[in-house]
């Protein structure tokens, strides 16, 4: 019997209790009354490259400083023999390369070798392409992919010979094929001939990507976004979008066009936190706003993509110099408006053309920009106010989403959602990581927002535990219960996404994420599943849910429950969610009021999320500790009488017949 969606009638029977009226949590559904329309936006994803979360993580590429663009050219090489840095390449904005030479010696030889992001991740009858830029005269290479630690008689995995025929610059290209899963592979370039050859762009990619694209993203980390249901995919940030200064913030017209020429940029997160300090983190635009647009598409979810206002981080800038004059904004600007073309534009359009030359001739219907992330103070709406006029005058269409600073409370939040409306901006990005008790009072925030001004973006959110920082599962419970008062208010809230996304177990600064990843593997979190709860169970229109006449919103009286109603129509459902946060299993009865005569709630299911140890979490090693569970549960004359365990998520799904 499952404890967590057991009929109360059963209880009572098999225990010989009296179930008194007083004591069941009686939640009114009035099907008869509609609410608000639930945006198909409502549950997303919010992308920024943090924790290695592109190069090394979502993006495939296996080589670290593929273009010895690095500020130390030979960061993630090791070399051997005659290897000379130049500086005269092929690729304007990536113009290193290395020159292998004949080291002099017969019993000398002259080697690359790279080591990867923590190692390169290989896997048994795996196929890998090796693509290099080179230039020689007959010289040939030898492409090994090797053990390097291997006390065995060999560190050889897999090799291949790649002949340079050319003495202009050409792609070359050679699959190889693993016989073995090895978790911290190298690749080992030798020289395998006389002469001189000239190696640019070294790149190993696995060919099983998703949709098996060459510039491709790692398989396993998208299916796992597709997975939730995603409504909007929010890039590229976050903070990279201000940069510790503006020179490093993110500038998506160097993230397009030809891979090989985009130039490197010095990730914001690579020397920010002392604590777990990674000083060769950069980012290679390899996965630029391109892919980031295809990914979106893929997912089956909006773009929204984030871009500078010209403030850089004010975390880390005081002084009004770091930051560009309200009077010369006018290429940030121009890049707001060429973004819009290059997403939309026709193929006869600057930008347009250069999306269609990339392989989408097809707009990719962007609706949304968001300008700024985290700014506060008076300089963040003068900023914003002539983007707003540009891109109102330019893109009328276009819905703009401004910021309400880096708290969800407190002088500058209220200072900037008065000066959001006054600008008229579409949607306000509101952030919050707040701990337990936080997200326990917090299930009625929405409630008595202002209905007239700009819609709420719920842009970065995530439960930090009181002295548990990471993924344990009543954190991610809380968010549950939470997302209930999101969903009630889907008048006002639009959008709502999780942060950070995803986390690789050696190269994290921050968390808790919502999916953690090794070189091979990868798990999704408690949090996740409570996401793709959501998602897989929006609904289209929030049906009222009252107990007492009340929201259920986790207030006092409420014995720690949180929950929620919706009409789905393409299914014809009525879906419930029910937060029980208390260390008690509750009574249910669940009341269908105002149904039709001709209308009949068939049996449907209850699916629930719970642990009995509140800190467990998913990990690489368990990736299945905690999950949802469905069951099926019967309902008679439109009411169901039931029990909700202590500490968990259940979802109450019925089918409207007619």
């Known amino acids: 019997m499952n404890r967590h969606c057991t009929l109360l009638s059963a209880i009572a029977l098999a225990a010989g209790l009296t179930i008194h009226a007083q004591d069941i949590n009686q939640l009114v559904i009035q099907t008869n009354r509609p609410g608000a329309q639930i945006q198909p936006t409502m549950y997303g994803h919010f992308f920024e490259d943090i924790n290695f979360g592109a190069d090394g993580g979502l993006y495939a590429e296996l080589v670290k400083n593929r273009s010895f663009e690095f500020p130390d050219r030979f960061a993630g090489w090791d070399v051997s023999g005659k290897v000379t840095l130049m500086d005269d390449g092929p690729f304007k904005r990536n113009p290193h390369y290395v020159r292998l030479g004949n080291p002099g010696h017969a ?3 002259t080697a690359l070798v790279n080591e990867g992001f923590f190692g390169m991740g290989i896997k048994e009858n795996g196929k890998y392409r090796f693509t290099v830029w080179a230039r020689g005269n007959g010289q040939k290479i030898k492409i090994e992919l090797i053990d390097e630690a291997s006390m065995g008689e060999s560190q050889v995995i897999t090799s291949a010979s790649l002949g340079i025929d050319s003495q202009d610059w050409k792609k070359y290209e050679v699959i190889l094929t693993s016989p073995k899963t090895f978790a911290k592979a190298h690749l080992r370039i030798f020289l395998d001939s006389k002469g001189d050859v000239d190696l640019e762009h070294i790149s190993l990619f696995p060919t099983d990507t998703w949709n098996g694209r060459e510039n491709g993203l790692r398989k396993d980390l998208v299916q796992a976004l597709a997975d939730t249901k995603p409504g909007v995919f929010r890039f590229p940030g976050g903070c990279i979008v201000e940069g510790t200064d503006l020179d490093t913030r993110y500038n998506w017209k160097n993230s397009v066009g030809p891979v090989e020429n985009r130039p490197l ?14 000083p060769d983190y950069y980012q290679t635009y390899g996965m630029g706003f391109y892919e980031l647009f295809q990914l979106a598409e893929d997912i089956g979810a909006e773009p929204l993509p984030v871009l500078s206002c010209g403030l850089a981080c004010q975390f880390q800038n005081n002084s009004p110099e770091a930051h560009v004059k309200v009077c010369d904004l006018g290429s940030y600007i121009q890049d707001a408006l060429d973004l819009v073309e290059f997403a939309n534009g026709d193929t006869t359009t600057t930008w347009g053309k250069l999306r269609a030359q990339m392989g989408h001739p097809a707009p990719f219907n962007m609706k949304f920009i968001a300008i700024g992330n985290e700014q506060w103070g008076p300089e963040y709406p003068e900023h914003l106010k002539p983007f707003v006029e540009a891109i109102r005058k330019k893109y009328p269409d276009i819905r703009i989403i401004g910021s309400s600073g880096p708290n969800s409370e407190g002088e500058q939040f209220d200072y900037l959602w008065p000066e959001m409306k006054k600008l008229k901006v579409d949607l306000v990005d509101e952030h919050f990581y707040r701990p337990e008790d936080w997200f326990l009072k917090s299930g009625n925030r929405y409630d008595k927002y202002d209905r007239k001004g700009p819609k709420v973006f719920a842009g970065e959110y995530a439960c930090h535990g009181k002295g548990k920082k990471w993924n344990h599962f009543h954190a991610s ?9 999101v969903e009630r208010n889907a008048d006002i809230v639009h959008m709502a996404t999780y942060a950070p996304l995803l986390a690789h177990v050696e190269g994290w600064q921050w968390r808790p994420d919502l999916i953690w990843f090794d070189n091979l593997r990868s798990v999704r979190s408690c949090s996740w599943y409570v996401q793709s ?6 609904g289209t229109r929030v049906i009222p849910l009252t107990m007492d006449k009340q929201a259920v919103s986790g207030q006092e009286g409420q014995k720690g429950l949180f929950a929620s109603a919706v009409w789905d129509e393409p299914t014809q459902s009525y879906i419930v969610k029910v937060v029980n946060t208390s260390d008690k299993a509750q009574p249910l009865q669940l009341q269908f009021k105002g149904l039709k005569k001709t209308v009949k709630l068939t049996d449907g299911t209850c699916t629930t999320l719970h642990t009995d140890n509140p800190i467990a979490e998913n990990t690489l090693e368990q990736p299945d500790l905690v999950t949802p569970k469905t069951k099926p549960i019967q309902i008679t004359s439109n009411e169901l009488n039931t029990e909700i365990g202590p500490m968990t998520f259940a979802i109450y799904k019925f089918t409207a017949s007619r």
């Open 477 to 485: 419970l809380l968010e549950a219960a939470f997302l209930t008062g």
């Open 265 to 278: 940029n010095e990730n914001r997160w690579h020397y920010t936190f002392t604590h777990r300090f990674f």
């Open 107 to 109: 019993h000398k030889r």
């Open 533 to 538: 709860l959501y998602g897989h169970n929006k």
